[in-house]
């Protein structure tokens, strides 16, 4: 937030340019900003053992990016998401602020979690 700005002169700012969005650019926006707001995550909750294998969960034919990242986070629970959280911003910039296609991204997503998870059952051996 900057500093000249208010919290509601922010939200005003954010309405404003949301309303000049066509319809396809603003689920782009809602999604990143749900991306953005499930970064932070619960302090103090007891987290259950992760299990060490990839939970099947198929892809959906039509899926946002943002689906497709909760999907393959529980899909993969073993990946610590500190490890991923770089590349799927980048990803997720690109689909939003580029206008990449989200079947492309969610790709990428995809092969990130993939390569995560050789990774990590390599150092797990």
């Known amino acids: ?25 603003r689920q782009s926006l809602l999604d990143f900003a749900e991306f953005l707001a499930q970064r932070t995550e619960a302090v103090g909750v007891e987290v259950p053992s992760k299990p060490m294998e990839p939970i099947a969960i198929s892809r959906p034919a ?26 799927t911003s980048a990803l997720m910039t690109e689909h939003v602020m580029q206008g ?4 492309e991204v969610i790709d990428e997503l995809e092969a990130l979690f993939s390569r995560l998870y050789q990774e990590f059952t390599a150092q797990s051996s």
Not at 16 to 25: E, G, H, I, K
Not at 62 to 87: C, G, H, K
Not at 100 to 103: E, F, K, Q, T, Y
Request: net charge negative; glycine share 0%; proline share 4%.
């Open 100 to 103: 990449r296609p989200a079947s």
């Open 1 to 25: 937030m900057t500093a000249s700005c208010s919290t509601s002169e922010l939200r005003e700012r954010l309405i404003n340019c949301f309303d000049q969005l066509d319809a396809q650019r």
């Open 62 to 87: 039509q899926e946002t990016v943002i689906a497709a990242i909760r999907r393959l986070a529980e899909t993969y629970p073993m990946i610590d998401r500190s490890l991923v959280f770089s590349d």
